[in-house]
T-cell receptor, first 115, second 116 residues
Framework: AQTVTQSQPEMSVQEAETVTLSCTYD???????LFWYKQPPSRQMILVIR??????QNATENRFSVNFQKAAKSFSLKISDSQLGDAAMYFC????????????FGKGTKLSVIP | DAGVIQSPRHEVTEMGQEVTLRCKPI?????LFWYRQTMMRGLELLIY????????DSGMPEDRFSAKMPNASFSTLKIQPSEPRDSAVYFC??????????????FGSGTRLTVV
């Protein structure tokens, strides 16, 4: 069974600074997908970024980028130039492939942005 | 595109009552997922439909829970009878899944269910 672990329940960052959220996972598949979702106080789950395991290049989306270390099964999210609107719960998720399309989520990291 | 639409946004019911949660996926999406979110257990997959057919319902906690997808634009999750431990936020999500891999889900805003 696949597992996703987010070891930082809470983090904080100063506005305009950079913060990195950690995620480790376990799967026996070699081809899979990883995601970061954001959940602001509005409760809406928003897709932030996606990474395909067979691609060595790290995914980027504007101020959001990932550090994907396949051998270490690590998938961290870096937020640059943090903004007040980045304050939210962030969830790491794994689709372990094999045609399952089912996402397994970590327990989340609550990010606070300090003005 | 109106996104994934869930109703109601909030539901408060008494123990033993039937509860029905509703979801309208994004037009053109072929897969629909129901998740439950609690503080203790996080986000758990309850059931997953592909082309309106239930593919995996192993996450449905017990027989009190049932889900249907009568057509591509509508799904329901029903709890009968409801119990206080069912209190949670229930999310519906949809996606277009093809042989090219998982592009991620689009979630609805969720239904916060409180059973008293």
């Amino acid at each position: 069974a696949q597992t996703v672990t987010q070891s930082q329940p809470e983090m904080s960052v100063q506005e305009a600074e950079t913060v990195t959220l950690s995620c480790t996972y376990d799967t026996s598949e070699s081809d899979y997908y990883l995601f970061w979702y954001k959940q602001p106080p509005s409760r809406q789950m928003i897709l932030v970024i996606r990474q395909e395991a067979y691609k060595q290049q790290n995914a980027t989306e504007n101020r959001f980028s990932v550090n994907f270390q396949k051998a270490a099964k690590s998938f961290s999210l870096k937020i640059s130039d943090s903004q007040l609107g980045d304050a939210a719960m962030y969830f790491c998720a794994l689709d372990s492939g094999a045609g399952s399309y089912q996402l397994t989520f970590g327990k989340g990291t609550k990010l606070s942005v300090i003005p | 595109d109106a996104g994934v639409i869930q109703s109601p946004r909030h539901e408060v019911t008494e123990m033993g009552q039937e509860v029905t949660l509703r979801c309208k996926p994004i037009s053109g999406h072929n897969s629909l997922f129901w998740y439950r979110q609690t503080m203790m257990r996080g986000l758990e997959l309850l059931i997953y439909f592909n082309n309106n057919v239930p593919i995996d319902d192993s996450g449905m906690p017990e027989d009190r829970f049932s889900a249907k997808m009568p057509n591509a634009s509508f799904s329901t999750l029903k709890i009968q009878p409801s119990e206080p431990r069912d209190s949670a936020v229930y999310f519906c999500a949809s996606s277009f899944l093809s042989g090219t891999g998982n592009v991620g889900y689009t979630f609805g805003s969720g239904t916060r269910l409180t059973v008293v």
